[in-house]
């Protein structure tokens, strides 16, 4: 399954207002290579580069958080071991790989295929 080809040819909603010489973080979100800032949520500098988080697994409808407090499901990315974080919750860290479908999951669907 190819998940990338949803975070191009969209419009980012969410751009950064304020710079405050924080330190440059690097991590990989469905492959592509991102910089955040020391001091992001996962969710603010995933968003900062691509228009929404992921797609509801149902609606397939995007999504890019609600509450933005750790209290509902929409902000879910899923790291390389399979577990799903709360990205609104969860400061960036250096060298993350964070996947906006669960990679246990996508690994089912290309043994299907
Ligand atoms: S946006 Fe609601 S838990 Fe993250």
Same mark, same amino acid.
């Given at each position: 399954?190819? =998940?990338?080809? *949803?975070?191009?040819? =969209?419009?980012?909603?969410?751009? $950064?207002?304020?710079?405050?010489? !924080? ?25 900062? !580069?691509?228009?929404?988080? !992921? /797609? =509801?697994?149902? &609606?397939?409808?995007? !999504?890019?958080?609600?509450c933005l407090m750790g209290a509902c499901?929409?902000? *879910?990315? *899923?790291? /390389?071991?399979?577990?799903?974080? $709360?990205?609104c919750s ?9 996947? &906006?479908? &669960? ?11």
């Open positions: 399954m190819d =998940n990338t080809d *949803w975070h191009e040819g =969209n419009t980012i909603i969410m751009h $950064r207002v304020q710079e405050l010489d !924080r330190s440059p973080i690097a991590f990989l979100f469905d492959g592509h290579e991102v910089t955040g800032f020391e001091g992001d949520s996962i969710l603010v500098a995933i968003l900062a !580069r691509f228009p929404f988080l !992921r /797609k =509801n697994e149902f &609606s397939h409808q995007p !999504r890019s958080g609600f499901q929409e902000c *879910w990315v *899923w790291n /390389k071991q399979g577990e799903r974080i $709360r990205s969860t400061p960036l860290q250096a060298g993350m790989e964070l996947f &906006s479908t &669960s990679p246990v999951i996508q690994g089912e669907l290309a043994h299907e295929s």
